[in-house]
């Protein structure tokens, strides 16, 4: 049983282009996250989302956007792909501020 | 505000050796710790955890002593194997917040 899922696993894309990627977690957790991963590890946090409460880290830009349709879910949109959008995204869950379960990944190619 | 700071790496190690990959933290309240480690092309999976002052978090041979007079929580395995290879990374929860402090990550690789 997969905890945290991700779809795709990989997305190669032109720039400009507009794209999805879905997060489904079945641990029942109330807290959703999205991380951008570069290259060198670096993993910094995009948005964190309760029922309650959508936190969006300031340095993201407007073309990114989470959307979450139900507590299970929390899909990231992402418009007018730029080549500094390439990188992996993960998405992770968790219980209030317990430890983060992450999901496996989606490796992004910008081209 | 809150952080989090592990040494830089890479580490390279023989096979057997001793580990150890420092973190240090800052906080204003009473923090949850964490080890998580990501092997190639993986998500980062839960390694360890220690909640309050003094805890010893422990999994697959690998130890971490929640530090409040250092603000330490160092990462220690006795003899590492090939299959640690990995990175490593350090991180903070505080209770009374919303948030997940993560620290920039250690690269760890094992060589027989």
């Known amino acids: 049983d997969t905890a945290v899922s991700q779809t795709p696993k990989y997305l190669v894309t032109q720039m400009g282009n507009d794209k999805s990627i879905k997060c489904e977690q079945n641990l029942g957790h109330d807290t959703m996250y999205w991380y951008k991963q570069d290259s060198k590890k670096f993993l910094k946090i995009m948005f964190s989302y309760n029922n309650k409460e959508l936190i969006i880290n300031e340095t993201v830009p407007n073309r990114f956007s989470p959307k979450s349709p139900d507590k299970a879910h929390l899909n990231l949109h992402i418009n007018s792909l730029e080549l500094g959008d390439s990188a992996v995204y993960f998405c992770?869950?968790?219980?209030?501020?317990?430890?983060?379960?992450f999901g496996p990944g989606t490796r992004l190619t910008v081209t | 505000g809150d952080s989090v700071t592990q040494m830089e790496g890479p580490v390279t190690l023989s096979e057997e050796a001793f580990l150890t990959i420092n973190c240090t933290y800052t906080a204003t309240g009473y923090p949850s710790l964490f080890w998580y480690v990501q092997y190639p092309g993986e998500g980062l999976q839960l390694l360890l955890k220690a909640t309050k002052a003094d805890d010893k978090g422990s999994n697959k041979g690998f130890e971490a002593t929640y530090r409040k007079e250092t603000t330490s929580f160092h990462l220690e395995k006795g003899s590492v194997q090939v299959s640690d290879s990995a990175v490593y990374f350090c991180?903070?929860?505080?209770?009374?917040?919303?948030?997940?402090?993560f620290g920039t990550g250690t690269s760890l690789t094992v060589i027989p």
């Open positions: 992770a869950s968790s219980r209030g501020t317990h430890e983060q379960y």
């Open positions: 991180a903070l929860s505080e209770r009374s917040g919303n948030q997940f402090y």
